[in-house]
């Protein structure tokens, strides 16, 4: 009965390191798949995938705030160049509307350029 109880528990031990040695690591199995899923995408699909995901994050940040400084937006955002819509009012409403005549003499949208250590607002 010892031999045989012997050998239940040696070929126990034995298979759990077969099922050790063939047990996924999760890590990587995780990195395996998404290896496996970034590879039929262009790199510029995942460089545009990227920079939704930048976007999306800082309209988080900025979400449900009425003001904040262009110097706290640049903080956030990477050198580069970008354009985002804007409009000029007058102080007050006249004929029922209170867009600015001089907001027909600009380009739209504007252009936001960031640098390190030097952030431009260019309207043209």
Same mark, same amino acid.
């Given at each position: 009965?010892?031999?045989?109880?012997?050998?239940?528990?040696?070929?126990?031990?034995?298979?759990?390191?077969?099922?050790?040695?063939?047990?996924?690591?999760?890590?990587?199995?995780?990195?395996?798949?998404?290896?496996?899923?970034?590879?039929?995408?262009?790199?510029?699909?995942?460089?545009?995938?990227?920079?939704?995901?930048?976007?999306?994050?800082?309209?988080?940040?900025?979400?449900?705030?009425? $003001?904040?400084?262009?110097?706290?937006?640049?903080?956030?955002?990477?050198?580069?160049?970008?354009?985002?819509?804007?409009?000029?009012?007058?102080?007050?409403?006249?004929?029922?509307?209170?867009?600015?005549?001089? $907001?027909?003499?600009?380009?739209?949208?504007?252009?936001?350029?960031?640098?390190?250590?030097?952030?431009?607002?260019?309207?043209?």
């Amino acid at each position: 009965m010892e031999q045989s109880l012997l050998k239940i528990s040696t070929a126990v031990s034995n298979s759990r390191k077969v099922h050790a040695i063939f047990r996924p690591n999760p890590i990587t199995g995780k990195n395996n798949a998404l290896s496996a899923l970034l590879a039929g995408f262009s790199e510029e699909y995942l460089n545009r995938m990227q920079e939704q995901e930048e976007r999306m994050y800082i309209k988080e940040v900025f979400a449900g705030r009425q $003001n904040f400084s262009g110097q706290e937006l640049c903080d956030y955002l990477k050198d580069g160049s970008y354009f985002f819509p804007f409009v000029i009012y007058r102080e007050h409403i006249k004929n029922g509307n209170n867009i600015s005549m001089g $907001n027909r003499g600009f380009e739209h949208p504007c252009e936001l350029i960031v640098k390190t250590i030097l952030e431009l607002f260019i309207l043209r």
